[in-house]
């Protein structure tokens, strides 16, 4: 079980008012969030680098590709989330995830350079962003069924920190282990992180608020198509997909244009992965800079609209 020190349940309390109970869950949750972040970004600079190895060109197919999948995977998703307790799905996905990266590992450490090392690199890059959609997801779906709404407001961005300061870890790890041992290591330590997010998120289980938090849902959850039929019908739902298809598109522009001007500077995986690494870490430190006094003080008193 994971056990706060009083100095980090200070620590947290100077950074969003934490009443009397919560102050172990809030712990729990942001270590759980570091260590799933801190996964989620060792892979990234990775996944970036290798979508170079080969033709440039093709990286706007391997986008689609992506969406492909994603479309393919989110109804199994779905039906899982709607038939499985959290208890049970949550190590489901980690140890399938962890599994995946180690199969990775094998294929680009051992394939031999030409095809059979290219088509590894393009299905690591379409594995990866989906992984790095549904990660979060299922992370957020149990801080949903941990804290109250009104927990959240006070709590979520805080909790978001840890999620920052671990992506920020998992740049350093990149960087260093592509510069000492070579990018396919990265992906076993990724693993690694994951596994100890699962580890946490068990705890957190533990530790959660008693006085009033909601217990796990027992009826199982609407269908895909249920929810989609929830967000056609809901112009707040219709709004944040709007959102978030505008700055899907703008995000993926930005990438082919970073993805171009990388390809044409830097020559070999471990060097554009370490380029990548780098990058990563310096937003990743610049976000905390206002994440930490700021975004849980806004959301409190402005809320979430």
Do not use: K
């Amino acid at each position: 079980m994971s056990r706060a020190s009083p100095f980090s349940l200070r620590l947290a309390s100077r950074l969003a008012p934490v009443s009397p109970g919560e102050g172990r869950a809030l712990f729990a949750a942001s270590a759980c969030l570091f260590a799933l972040m801190a996964s989620s970004a060792a892979l990234r600079p990775l996944r970036d680098a290798l979508a170079l190895s080969g033709d440039e060109q093709q990286l706007p197919w391997m986008i689609a590709g992506t969406l492909g999948a994603t479309a393919l995977v989110h109804p199994v998703f779905a039906a899982l989330v709607a038939r499985l307790p959290r208890s049970a799905f949550v190590p489901l996905v980690a140890h399938a995830s962890a599994a995946a990266l180690c199969a990775f590992w094998v294929a680009l450490r051992f394939a031999p350079e030409g095809p059979a090392r290219l088509a590894a690199a393009r299905a690591f890059f379409v594995w990866a962003g989906v992984f790095n959609l549904f990660a979060p997801s299922v992370f957020w779906g149990l801080m949903a069924d941990v804290f109250r709404s009104d927990q959240a407001l006070r709590l979520f961005g805080v909790i978001g920190v840890g999620g920052t300061l671990g992506a920020a870890l998992g740049s350093l790890v990149a960087a260093s282990l592509v510069a000492r041992v070579g990018p396919a290591w990265v992906l076993l330590a990724s693993a690694l992180l994951l596994e100890g997010a699962l580890v946490l998120s068990r705890a957190l289980l533990l530790e959660r608020p008693p006085e009033d938090a909601p217990c796990l849902p027992a009826a199982p959850a609407p269908s895909v198509w249920e929810g989609a039929r929830r967000v056609i019908v809901s112009p707040y739902l219709l709004g944040i997909c709007a959102y978030l298809l505008l700055f899907t598109v703008t995000s993926t522009l930005l990438y082919l244009e970073q993805a171009h001007l990388v390809a044409g500077a830097l020559e070999g995986t471990a060097a554009r992965a370490a380029l990548f690494a780098r990058v990563d870490l310096a937003i990743n430190l610049l976000t905390v800079l206002g994440q930490c006094p700021v975004t849980s003080r806004v959301l409190g008193a402005l809320g979430v609209a």
